[in-house]
């Protein structure tokens, strides 16, 4: 019986050490490797490792569990300067789980992919208070799910800054996307083909704030009620904005409870240049908390097929058309208190012949308009 219990204690005690997160500490300033620490980590247990200094190392987190990497201030992953693996990103993180990437930098050149690369089905993956500067930023792919939490990006080479691909599900709270002042074409969010759901971001300068293709979606959802700030802001100082908001090919933009600001956005020359552009075969639903304001192309344009569904929505003082609908399209506006805001545009409401604006009773201030299809109510007269 003694021996029994005995034997007992010793499994017990060997599965608490098991258990019992590993911590270690990576100095990479004094020439050590955060991958050869990695490489001596159980993937399967939990595991918290310290970073510090500048670890200029291709990082792979492939098959991981419960990991943390915690960067202490100035610490650092850099892009060696030759790749002979053909390494796509800085920080590889590939068919992980519970993994936390909090207080690092991930600088990247314009000669890789991006800075940060999360696939291979990954899941309840958070990068906190993380900076990357270079090529593309964080790129989400193959159905993973990822969190991204006072995430700073800024691009100077590829095209998207937060990108979500393969079904892929990003929630994005209090971001800030940047660019320099090239004559590079950027997007500060790509979600084609994957979801996105965000709130608190700042989107600046980029020649589309948000692009959302390939059955996409971008859904603005107050869901992190721990942090106050949660309007999305889509902004265009240096003018090089031509499109806040582009959905297309059969994509959704979902506006709920966080309010979309787009000020000063598309081009003088207008056609679809727009604050928001709904196209082939896309939808719009907004309700109060789109706010479009000053536009230098198009307020909103719905062209190709697509819809646009407005409640309490303002579109205000741009240089072209407030709310535009062409190429066998619809927008319909439903009553709200108070009404959609219409108004100071150069053309308010305009339609095609094939096209048709709802709900006109639910719109206010709309003074010029070219719309011979604009019903006052929700539909035509019904039997």
Request: charge should be negative; glycine fraction near 12%; aromatic fraction near 6%.
């Amino acid at each position: 019986m003694h021996r029994m219990c005995a034997l007992l204690t010793v499994l017990f005690a060997a599965s608490w050490v098991a258990a019992s997160p590993a911590s270690l500490t990576v100095d990479c300033g004094a020439g050590q490797s955060l991958n050869a620490t990695l490489a001596k980590i159980n993937k399967s247990a939990p595991a918290t490792v310290t970073v510090k200094g500048t670890c200029t190392e291709f990082v792979q987190v492939d098959g991981f569990s419960d990991l943390t990497l915690n960067g202490v201030p100035g610490a650092a992953l850099q892009q060696p300067a030759s790749n002979p693996q053909s390494n796509s990103y800085v920080l590889s993180i590939h068919g992980s789980h519970s993994i936390v990437v909090s207080g690092l930098a991930v600088n990247s050149l314009s000669t890789i992919y991006s800075g940060i690369g999360i696939g291979g089905g990954s899941n309840d993956v958070r990068l906190e208070n993380v900076t990357t500067d270079g090529s593309w930023g964080v790129v989400v792919y193959e159905a993973s799910q990822v969190w991204l939490v006072n995430v700073t990006v800024n691009i100077t080479s590829g095209f998207g800054a937060i990108s979500a691909f393969d079904k892929s599900d990003v929630h994005i709270v209090n971001g800030l996307i940047e660019r320099p002042a090239d004559s590079n074409f950027y997007a500060g969010i790509f979600a084609s083909s994957g979801h996105v759901t965000m709130q608190g971001t700042v989107i600046r300068d980029m020649q589309q704030g948000i692009s959302i293709g390939a059955s996409g979606s971008v859904d603005l959802v107050y869901f992190d009620s721990s942090v106050a700030a949660h309007d999305v802001i889509i902004n265009n100082p240096a003018g090089t904005n031509i499109d806040g908001v582009v959905v297309s090919d059969g994509s959704s933009l979902n506006v709920s409870s966080v309010k979309l600001r787009i000020a000063h956005a598309g081009q003088s020359y207008g056609s679809d240049s727009a604050a928001v552009f709904v196209t082939d075969g896309s939808t719009m639903n907004v309700g109060p908390n789109l706010i479009v304001s000053g536009s230098q192309g198009q307020g909103v344009i719905v062209a190709n097929n697509s819809h646009a569904a407005l409640a309490g929505s303002s579109i205000t003082g741009g240089a072209h058309g407030g709310l535009v609908v062409v190429n066998l399209s619809t927008a319909g506006v439903t009553a709200s208190s108070p009404l959609t805001v219409i108004s100071g545009n150069a053309v308010d409401l305009f339609c095609d012949s094939k096209s048709q604006i709802a709900g006109g009773a639910n719109i206010a201030n709309a003074t010029s308009v070219q719309c011979t299809n604009l019903l006052s109510g929700d539909y035509e007269a019904l039997p």
